[in-house]
């Protein structure tokens, strides 16, 4: 009985150490794995496709890094020009200062005459001969300018604008003298007019202002 349970624990063992090495072997064997792998074939023209890809990003970054510095550009013209028109209304709205060709300013009174006045030989005191009816002297700066009689202190070719009278503004020039005219005198100019008889329908104008702009010719 002792033989038979040693050679059946022994038959044990034997199966045993069997199994084991069985399971052993299994476990080492090398596992496979089949994996399909997709291999995509790269064209050189799908490179060059990319590359502009890149290339058209990078210009519309340029693009717009150049549009926004034209855009900050334009402000700053606009402030420019917002700080000049400023600058032009603060000169425009100063005081002006205003250059006037009026040397002298009398007030007085303006009488007329005719060449042939009582007394009146139809020659100026300068000379001109008026006896034709000419009312008028051509003048170098002023041009066409009626004749004046005038205080002796004014040389002949002083040229006077006349305003506030019985006629419209106009411009003269002193070529002859009056017993009556000047200063302390009746009148402070007279006026040259075709015949006398014309020169009394006008009538005397008081309160004229007379503005002497050159002195003699």
Do not use: W
Not at 143 to 171: C, H, M, Q, W
Request: glycine residues 8%; aromatic residues 10%; contains cysteine.
């Amino acid at each position: 009985m002792k033989i038979f349970s040693y050679v059946l624990n022994f038959i044990l063992i034997i199966g045993i150490i069997g199994y084991i090495t069985i399971v052993g072997i299994q476990s080492m064997s090398p596992v496979f794995v089949s994996t399909d792998l997709d291999i995509k074939k790269l064209k050189s023209s799908d490179i060059f496709s990319c590359d502009e890809k890149i290339s058209d990003e990078d210009n519309k970054d340029e693009n717009r890094k150049i549009d926004i510095v034209e855009e900050d550009a334009d402000k700053k013209d606009l402030v420019i020009n917002d700080e000049k028109n400023i600058i032009t209304e603060e000169v425009s709205s100063s005081p002006q200062k205003v250059t006037s060709d009026v040397l002298e300013t009398q007030v007085g009174s303006l009488s007329g005459y005719g060449p042939d006045c009582v007394g009146c030989s139809g020659l100026l005191a300068s000379g001109m001969d008026v006896r034709n009816g000419n009312i008028y002297y051509s003048d170098s700066v002023y041009g066409k300018v009626r004749i004046l009689a005038g205080d002796r202190s004014y040389p002949y070719g002083t040229i006077v604008r006349v305003k506030n009278s019985r006629l419209s503004e106009f411009i003269g020039i002193v070529l002859d003298r009056g017993g009556a005219v000047g200063f302390g005198k009746s009148h402070l100019f007279d006026l040259l007019y075709a015949s006398e008889s014309e020169a009394s329908l006008d009538e005397v104008s008081y309160n004229t202002t007379f503005e002497i702009l050159r002195y003699g010719y």
